[in-house]
């Protein structure tokens, strides 16, 4: 096996994960159904009003769609604002990363003229997904200490992060909803996965 094969072999499997992901992804950062999805059994949005949860989650979803420029304020803190820009910025980032890798892939594919190895890639990127899965499954009962002490001081170099009940955030998303749209992501994306080995194997035939 040469050295390319060996990097393409190592790298590309992660590049299809994170491909995979970013679809997942987009289905709920750009749509408001999470917000709402989880207002049924999330007590915190009987005090913010159900009206108010379907307007402030179309508004953050437009946000993060770029059709908002800023969220209003009020009712949105200006504390929060800063913050979801900064999310909003991540969430670019990834969209970039996706187009990126969307075209090393269709450059590869071109030049490959074959899709039987990523039928390779998608089945190693299937079992990094698994592994993951389980992960996440050993971390869920420490997920308040993972996501206040590990992940959000990693990620954000300031405490915006933090909410209270002068946070539209604090009824939309409480920290509960966070693990369950994770799980989802992982969830989908191994679903994701698994229907591309199929559709591959299919081709083969």
Same mark, same amino acid.
């Given at each position: 096996?040469?050295?390319? =094969? ?15 992901? $970013?679809? !997942?992804? !987009? ?19 009987? @005090?913010?009003?159900?009206? +108010? ?7 953050? !979803? =437009? ?9 209003? =304020?009020? /009712? ?14 991540? *969430?670019?980032?990834? $969209?970039?990363? %996706? ?18 190895? *990523?039928?390779? *890639? +998608? ?11 389980? !992960? ?6 420490? %997920?308040? $200490? ?12 300031? @405490?915006?992060?933090?909410?209270? /009940? ?10 509960? *909803?966070?693990?369950?749209?994770? $799980? %989802?992501? %992982? ?6 996965? @698994? ?8 081709? @083969?035939?």
């Amino acid at each position: 096996m040469s050295l390319l =094969s060996r990097i393409k072999r190592l790298i590309l499997p992660i590049f299809l994960l994170i491909w995979l992901f $970013f679809i !997942a992804l !987009a289905t709920v950062i750009y749509t408001p159904w999470t917000y709402q999805v989880n207002c049924y059994w999330n007590l915190r949005c009987e @005090q913010l009003g159900l009206t +108010a949860v379907h307007n402030r989650s179309l508004e953050l !979803a =437009s946000f993060f769609r770029h059709q908002l420029a800023n969220l209003p =304020s009020p /009712p949105w803190s200006s504390k929060e604002i800063q913050h979801l820009t900064e999310v909003r910025g991540l *969430y670019d980032q990834l $969209f970039w990363l %996706f187009i990126i890798i969307t075209l090393i892939m269709i450059f590869d594919l071109l030049m490959a003229k074959s899709l039987k190895i *990523y039928q390779g *890639y +998608a089945m190693l990127s299937r079992n990094l997904m698994f592994g993951l899965l389980l !992960a996440l499954l050993v971390i869920s009962p420490f %997920f308040k $200490f993972f996501w206040m002490e590990i992940f959000h001081p990693l990620v954000f170099n300031n @405490q915006l992060w933090l909410t209270d /009940p002068r946070d539209i955030s604090w009824y939309l998303m409480p920290r509960n *909803y966070f693990l369950w749209v994770i $799980f %989802f992501l %992982f969830c989908s994306t191994l679903l994701l996965n @698994q229907a591309l080995i199929t559709w591959l194997t299919q081709r @083969q035939k």
